[in-house]
């Protein structure tokens, strides 16, 4: 049987990540999402055990003890990692996994599982992305300078990812992403 394969994406926050995310697994066979952990507050119409799994610090950090993680990362000063159980299961029985993890998780993934395939999704521009985070009225203006600076420092390793996605059009994306995702899922 074919093992699955892992397909990480990653990208700064406003590019329309999560909806791809979504869109993504509706249409590819074979394809479930990676529910990763954090310490971060739940958001409203975010469902534990379905967008994240929110955990404690204490919690976090014994899972981290345990080395149940596959990769974690401090991202903008809160806890985030992918378990290893689920994704050693899944790829096991033949099935793709989707990642949505910033680019020092992904960096770890590709060191250990160096045939995943890492794409970086860029929003049109930086002055269009932070119109977006503007516009989404989620962040602080400091925070929102604050993701900027951090995105500008990130661009220095997008050459590490396979494949660079511009999300202009999101219909588009989906549809490019999903013939990507699938060749690559369906290839040995
Ligand atoms: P948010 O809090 O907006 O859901 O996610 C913030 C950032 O954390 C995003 O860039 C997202 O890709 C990243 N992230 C989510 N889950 C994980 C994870 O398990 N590991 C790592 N390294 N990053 C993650």
């Known amino acids: ?34 529910i990763s952990a954090t310490t971060r507050d739940i958001r409203p119409g975010e469902i534990n055990g379905r967008d994240y799994y929110f955990l404690a610090a204490a919690e976090f950090k014994k899972k981290i003890k345990d080395r149940e993680f596959l990769e974690w990362a ?5 806890f985030y990692g992918t378990l290893k159980k689920p994704i050693t299961a899944n790829l096991a029985k033949g099935i ?9 998780g992904a960096l770890q993934v590709k060191a250990k599982f160096p045939q995943a395939i890492l794409i970086f999704i860029l929003p049109p521009s930086l002055e269009e992305l932070r119109r ?34 511009i999300n202009k059009d999101l219909v588009k994306t989906v549809k490019y992403l999903q013939a990507i995702v699938k060749s690559r899922i369906n290839a040995e």
Do not use: H, N
């Not at 999560?18 to 249409?27: A, G, I, M, S």
């Not at 401090?74 to 809160?78: G, L, M, R, S």
């Open 1 to 34: 049987m074919k093992k699955g394969k892992l397909i990480v994406l990653s990208g700064p926050s406003g590019t329309g990540k999560t909806t791809l995310c979504r869109e993504l697994v509706k249409r590819v066979p074979g394809l479930v999402f990676s």
């Open 74 to 78: 401090k991202v903008y000063d809160q």
């Open 96 to 104: 793709s996994v989707l990642l949505d993890i910033d680019m020092q």
């Open 132 to 165: 977006r985070l503007i516009q989404r009225k989620r962040d602080s203006l400091a925070a929102i300078a604050r993701r900027m600076k951090q995105i500008e420092e990130e661009m220095k390793y997008i050459p590490r990812y396979d494949q660079v996605i």
